[in-house]
């Protein structure tokens, strides 16, 4: 399996400034991938990091709101830019882990911002 | 596009009753998933469904899958209050990894 540490895990932050979220796998993994939980609701994909390349990114998403960072195989970062209330929400960061005839997605403990 | 459609929404059940969570969804797939989240908690993986047919349980729950179907079941056996949460099916594309969520259900036990 893959043990993934996110951080920070929550945060309180003010309107129009910016977040960066910290994902670290302990194994290298070929995706890795930025999903949202806004309140109530269930998690949308943002985007999916490519190492050494730029991140794709969903439907409704763009880089300049969501920049995305993937140096290496084991790490990933993403900004949540120029926030507003609505930026609110929990952030996942996932991996499709594949260890020998096992494949599965993992997820990070997920960050909590809250923006006022 | 994947969609992936659960239901129910919300669940309210009596402690020591069965019931059954469905999850649907619209291409074909080669694996789907079942988490569980407490609330302001991140997600917890309760099954990992690879074939069609496959079965799998743990305690009072247990997941199927019918990829002819395109479904999946949850299926909840003698309710206790531990129990109660938001269980989510995710089905994966087979041509990128990416996971497609389904709305989530809140489940409550009541004693």
């Known amino acids: 399996s893959a043990v993934i540490s996110q951080k920070p895990s929550r945060d309180i932050c003010q309107r129009g400034t910016s977040l960066t979220i910290q994902c670290q796998v302990d194994?290298?993994?070929?995706?890795m991938f930025w999903y949202r939980q806004q309140p109530g609701q269930s998690l949308t994909l943002i985007a999916t990091?490519?190492?050494?390349?730029?991140?794709?990114?969903e439907s409704g998403f763009v880089i300049d709101k969501f920049p995305i960072s993937r140096p290496n195989l084991t790490f990933s970062t993403l900004t949540v830019s120029n926030m507003s209330p609505e930026d609110s929400s929990i952030y996942l960061c996932?991996?499709?882990?594949?260890?020998?005839?096992?494949?599965?997605?993992?997820f990070g403990q997920g960050t909590r911002l809250t923006v006022v | 596009e994947l969609k992936v459609e659960q239901n129910p929404l919300f669940l309210s059940m009596q402690e020591g009753k069965n019931y059954t969570i469905y999850c649907n969804y619209s291409?074909?797939?080669?694996?789907l998933y079942w988490y569980r989240q407490d609330p302001g908690k991140s997600l917890e993986s309760l099954f990992v469904?690879?074939?069609?047919?496959a079965v799998k349980q743990e305690g009072r729950l247990m997941a199927s899958l019918d990829t002819k179907a395109r479904l999946s079941t949850l299926h909840i056996t003698a309710a206790v209050h531990d129990l109660s949460a938001t269980y989510f099916c995710?089905?994966?594309?087979?041509?990128?990894?990416?996971?497609?969520f389904g709305k989530g259900t809140l489940l409550t036990v009541n004693p």
């Open positions: 996932s991996v499709d882990y594949r260890g020998g005839l096992n494949t599965e997605a993992f």
């Open positions: 194994s290298q993994v070929t995706m």
């Open positions: 990091a490519n190492q050494g390349s730029e991140a794709t990114y």
């Open positions: 291409t074909t797939s080669d694996r």
């Open positions: 469904l690879l074939s069609n047919g």
């Open positions: 995710a089905v994966e594309d087979r041509s990128n990894y990416k996971l497609t």
